[in-house]
């Protein structure tokens, strides 16, 4: 049997399952996940943060932590995420967003799913990000929306 894809999901694609704008392609991707298509990864930074998000998105990720892998922010993220923040992909303020993109990369994900358009689904930033992993050993890694990562029915089937 093949392996699912191991998608690392940040925090805000949480909360996007309740927000209007998001709120279709999160849960389809959700559903993908619980599907089997996606093997859906999370860090501590991701728990962290939802512990100030607002009930309903803590309580979404509660029902679905059963199916989630929590990794490690290990020493090799954090080093990656220095390498960023040394190259200006983002500025210190966004040290978080540079991490969730480093700790994706550092345990083998080959796609990190976010809506932060600004620091991190960010066409120039993604060729930077990238840059600087083939600098550091790592492979690249795929940043997109949830609504491109999706599949359909006819996808399910090639899948």
């Known amino acids: ?3 699912p894809m191991r998608i690392y999901a940040d925090t805000s694609v ?3 399952v309740f927000d209007p704008e998001f709120s279709e392609a999160s849960r389809k991707f959700f559903e993908n996940a619980r599907d089997g298509m996606f093997e859906v990864i999370v860090s501590a930074l991701v728990i ?3 512990e100030g998000a ?3 998105v803590q309580s979404f990720f509660e ?3 059963p199916l ?3 990794v490690e922010v290990g020493v090799e993220a954090y080093d990656l995420q220095q390498a960023y923040l040394a190259a200006h ?3 210190s303020k966004s040290e978080t967003d540079a991490l969730h993109v480093a700790t994706a990369t550092a345990n083998g994900c080959r796609v990190i799913v976010s809506w932060n358009f600004k620091h991190i689904v960010n066409f120039r930033r993604i060729q930077l990000y990238n840059g600087i992993n083939q600098i550091q050993g790592y492979g690249p890694i795929a940043i997109h929306t949830p609504q491109e990562v999706m599949l359909y029915e006819e996808d399910q089937e090639n899948f």
Do not use: I
């Open 48 to 50: 962290n943060e939802l």
């Open 68 to 70: 989630v892998t929590n």
């Open 1 to 3: 049997m093949k392996q």
């Open 54 to 56: 607002p009930s309903n």
């Open 14 to 16: 949480f909360g996007g």
């Open 63 to 65: 029902e679905f932590a």
């Open 89 to 91: 992909v983002v500025g």
